[in-house]
C-alpha cells in the first residue's frame, strides 16, 4: 500500500486477496504482517482488515503468526478499539441471530471468539482501560453508551456483550 492511505474497500480487497495468499503458503507470516501493518494504520484501512479478517473462513485469524501480533500490538489504539466494538457487535448479534433461527448466529460467534482471543494477546493495559469504557456502557454509563444505542441493543444483548468482556479477562 507504500504510504497510501486505503479506503474501507481497498483494504477490504487487498486483506482477501492477502489471506488467500497466505492461506496457499504463498506469502510468509512475516509478509503478511508487514503489509497488513501498512493497512492498520489508519482507521479506515483497519475496518476494512478486520471486517474481512473477522468474518471470512481463513484461519490467519485464529493461528495469530508472531508477527501479525507484533504488528497489530504496533498500532495500539486503532486496533484495540476496532476490537472491542467487534466484540460488541458481534456478541449482541449472537443473541440476535439465535432469537430469529438465522444461521448467521455461526459467523457472529465465531467473531466473537476471535475478537476474545485477539483481546488477550494485545496490550493488555490498553485493552482493560478500553473494555473498562465499554463495561460501563453496558451498566448505563460511559462514553461508549452513544455506541450501545446507536444500535439498539436489548437487556439481552447488553447482557451477552457484558459477558464477552469478562471472558476476555479469563
Not at 451477552?160 to 479469563?170: D, G, L, R
Amino acid at each position: 500500500m507504500n504510504d497510501q492511505k486505503p479506503t474501507f474497500k481497498q483494504a477490504m480487497n487487498a486483506t482477501m486477496i492477502w489471506c488467500k495468499s497466505w492461506e496457499n503458503d504463498e506469502i510468509s507470516d512475516e509478509v503478511i504482517a508487514d503489509r497488513i501493518s501498512e493497512l492498520i494504520k489508519t482507521v479506515e484501512g483497519a475496518r476494512g482488515f478486520f471486517v474481512v479478517s473477522l468474518s471470512i473462513d481463513c484461519p490467519l485469524m485464529d493461528r495469530f503468526p508472531d508477527a501479525l501480533i507484533f504488528q497489530l500490538r504496533s498500532c495500539g489504539e486503532i486496533v484495540v478499539d476496532l476490537i472491542v466494538k467487534n466484540l460488541a457487535m458481534s456478541s449482541a448479534m449472537v443473541i440476535a441471530h439465535r432469537e430469529n433461527s438465522d444461521p448467521q448466529e455461526f459467523q457472529s460467534e465465531r467473531i466473537k471468539i476471535r475478537c476474545i482471543e485477539l483481546l488477550k494477546l494485545l496490550d493488555s493495559n490498553k485493552v482493560k482501560k478500553r473494555l473498562d469504557v465499554l463495561l460501563e456502557a453496558t451498566k448505563g454509563n460511559g462514553k461508549d453508551l452513544r455506541f450501545l444505542n446507536k444500535w439498539g441493543y436489548n437487556n439481552k444483548q447488553i447482557n451477552a456483550i457484558s459477558e464477552s468482556i469478562y471472558k476476555v479477562a479469563t
